[in-house]
């Protein structure tokens, strides 16, 4: 079965930049659809944006105009380029791969008031 793993978070002030990556380890990756989910402590998991296997985007009204999502056919990623944070996107970002429903670790991004 495919592996995801995220990369990219970290500590960042509010108004900065972030670059999260989602590897998927077998070539199959590039055929499926790739979402990034926010998880904040307390609440349910949260949708943030999805990428098709063709290139066909979607993003939540809350960060349309701000992220930007795209795949990297020969890397095998799917990127989530984060602009003009808020402390509000403070979570737990998770790349998620459907079909088959595969979910990676997780990566950390805190934003700073």
């Known amino acids: 079965q495919v592996q995801l793993v995220e990369s990219g978070g970290g500590l960042v002030e509010a108004g900065g930049s972030l670059r999260l990556s989602c590897a998927g380890s077998?070539?199959?990756?590039?055929?499926?659809?790739v979402r990034w989910y926010r998880q904040v402590p307390g609440r349910l998991r949260e949708f943030i944006a999805f990428?098709?296997?063709?290139?066909?985007?979607n993003y939540a009204d809350s960060v349309k105009g701000r992220f930007t999502i795209s795949r990297d056919y020969a890397k095998r990623t799917a990127n989530l380029q984060m602009n003009n944070l808020k402390s509000e996107d403070t979570g737990i970002y998770y790349c998620?791969?459907?079909?088959?429903?595969?979910w990676g670790q997780g990566t950390q991004v805190t934003v700073s008031s």
């Open positions: 998620n791969l459907t079909p088959g429903d595969v």
């Open positions: 990428i098709s296997s063709g290139g066909a985007t």
């Open positions: 077998e070539v199959i990756f590039n055929t499926k659809t």
